[in-house]
C-alpha cells in the first residue's frame, strides 16, 4: 500500500472482531515499532503483547471500573480486540545513553536536562509506526490512554519498574458498526491553519 493511502486511510477502530490475528500480521506490526528513530539510537522502548481473552481480560479488569465501563458506549467494541499491545517508555535508558561519552555534556544525563521527554516522543514515534502497518495489513488499531491501575498492570504482567506504558494499542478485524470518532466533529484544521511558512 502506498503510504500516503495508509496515512490517510489510517483511523481509530473502535468495533473488533474477536477472530485473532495472524502471529505474522502481529509480528509485522512489532517489527515496524522496531524501525523507529530514537534519540542516540537510544532505542529505550518494549513492547507487551496480550493475545486473546486469558491475556487480554486481566487488562481490562485492572484498567477499568465497572463504573467506568457502564458509561463507555464503545467498550464492549474495544474490549473485543484480540491483541493489545503495551508500548512502554524507559526514561532512565535515555539518561544512561546520554551519559556516554559521544552524548557526555549536554546536560542530559538527568531528565531536567531534556528539551522534551525523547523517551515519550520515541515511544510515540514507534507506535505510529505500528498504527500505520496495522493499516497496511488490513488490521484495525486504536491507541488509548490508561487511566487507572497501572502499577497494578504492569505488577500482574512483571514489567520490570523503570519502564511506564505511553497508553495502549488494540489490535484486530474491525467490526460493524465502527462509527468514526466522535471527536472528528470537531473537523480537521487545514494547512492555512497549522502551518506557517517562513515565520508565524
Ligand atoms: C495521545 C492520544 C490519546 C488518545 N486516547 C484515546 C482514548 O483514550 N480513547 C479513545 O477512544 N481514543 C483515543 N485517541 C484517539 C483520538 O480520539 C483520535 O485519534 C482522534 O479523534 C482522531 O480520530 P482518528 O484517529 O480516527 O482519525 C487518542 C489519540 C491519541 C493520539
Known sequence: MELQHAVRRRRMVRNFD???VPAE????VLASALRAPSAGFAQGYAFVVLQGPAETGPFWELTTTPEWRARRPHRAGVQAAPVLVLPLAHEQAYLDRYSEPDKAGLGMDEAEGWPVPYWLVDTAFATLLMLLTAVD???GALFFGIFRGERELL?????PSPYRPIGAV???YPAEPDPLSLSLSRGRRGMEDAVHRGRW
Open 18 to 20: 474477536p477472530r485473532p
Open 25 to 28: 500480521v502481529v509480528d509485522r
Open 137 to 139: 495489513e488490513g488490521v
Open 155 to 159: 505488577d500482574h504482567l512483571g514489567v
Open 170 to 172: 488494540a489490535l484486530g
